[in-house]
């Protein structure tokens, strides 16, 4: 099956930082992919969509200079999380998706601020 | 405004005991219904993908109905393990561009030896 590949896993840093996340599609071109973040007890909600090639789309309220996504090739996608701060803090969630296609999930980044 | 409600929130069931969990959704345009599995910090993991003409499905211990005219679904669990203690997650897809969901909050599963 599809297998999609997030990095690092755990990420704990002060305030101030900037953090990267990566997602990898493993085994299939992802034309589409997804980043999504949950808090304790909550569902998923959705931060923005990449094309690659092309800017992402983000979602009302969520702010683009603070959220930077890159989304350079068909495998790879980055969030990077800039001048992290506390509030933050949470679980980052990738997915990636061919064109038609249902969204395939990564295994999460417990991003941690303190 | 797209919505899925999940219930229980929260099931607490002796091992080996069957259970099932609900979701009604109003989400249009529908493409398709999914259920996931989320262990605690980890992401979900795909269990059942039923498109509009499918009613039910089947992985394993898991089986899935949908009803496209009432807009519900079900997830029936038989004979319950340890390691089915997860958040299940029902997950409706509309669009058959960019994929859009809307996902459920999830029934919070405990299964206790």
């Given at each position: 099956?599809?297998?999609?590949?997030?990095?690092?896993?755990?990420?704990?840093?002060?305030?101030?930082?900037?953090?990267?996340i990566e997602?990898?599609?493993?085994?299939?071109?992802?034309?589409?992919?997804?980043?999504?973040?949950?808090?304790?007890?909550?569902?998923?909600?959705?931060?923005?969509?990449?094309?690659?090639?092309?800017?992402?789309?983000?979602?009302?309220?969520?702010?683009?200079?603070?959220?930077?996504?890159?989304?350079?090739?068909?495998?790879?996608?980055?969030?990077?999380?800039?001048?992290?701060?506390?509030?933050?803090?949470?679980?980052?969630?990738?997915?990636?998706?061919?064109?038609?296609?249902?969204?395939?999930?990564?295994?999460?980044?417990?991003?941690?601020?303190? | 405004?797209?919505?899925?409600?999940?219930?229980?929130?929260?099931?607490?069931?002796?091992?080996?005991?069957?259970?099932?969990?609900?979701?009604?959704?109003?989400?249009?345009?529908?493409?398709?219904?999914?259920?996931?599995?989320?262990?605690?910090?980890?992401?979900?993991?795909?269990?059942?993908?039923?498109?509009?003409?499918?009613?039910?499905?089947?992985?394993?211990?898991?089986?899935?109905?949908?009803?496209?005219?009432?807009?519900?679904s079900s997830?029936?669990?038989?004979?319950?393990?340890?390691?089915?203690?997860?958040?299940?997650?029902?997950?409706?897809?509309?669009?058959?561009?960019?994929?859009?969901?809307?996902?459920?909050?999830?029934?919070?599963?405990?299964?206790?030896?």
């Open positions: 099956g599809a297998v999609v590949s997030q990095h690092p896993s755990r990420v704990i840093c002060k305030s101030g930082t900037s953090v990267k997602c990898r599609s493993l085994d299939f071109q992802a034309t589409t992919m997804f980043w999504y973040r949950q808090f304790p007890k909550q569902s998923l909600m959705l931060m923005a969509t990449s094309n690659e090639g092309s800017k992402a789309t983000y979602e009302q309220g969520v702010e683009k200079d603070k959220f930077l996504i890159n989304h350079a090739s068909l495998t790879l996608s980055t969030l990077t999380v800039t001048s992290a701060h506390p509030e933050d803090s949470s679980f980052y969630i990738c997915s990636a998706s061919k064109s038609m296609q249902p969204q395939h999930f990564g295994d999460g980044t417990r991003l941690s601020i303190l | 405004k797209n919505q899925v409600e999940q219930s229980p929130q929260s099931l607490i069931i002796l091992e080996g005991k069957n259970c099932t969990l609900q979701c009604n959704y109003t989400v249009s345009p529908f493409s398709n219904l999914r259920w996931y599995k989320q262990d605690t910090g980890r992401g979900p993991v795909s269990l059942t993908i039923m498109t509009f003409s499918e009613n039910t499905k089947s992985n394993g211990r898991y089986t899935a109905t949908l009803d496209a005219d009432t807009k519900q997830l029936h669990i038989t004979a319950s393990q340890l390691s089915d203690s997860a958040s299940y997650i029902c997950v409706v897809g509309s669009n058959f561009g960019n994929e859009k969901l809307t996902f459920g909050t999830g029934t919070r599963l405990t299964i206790i030896p």
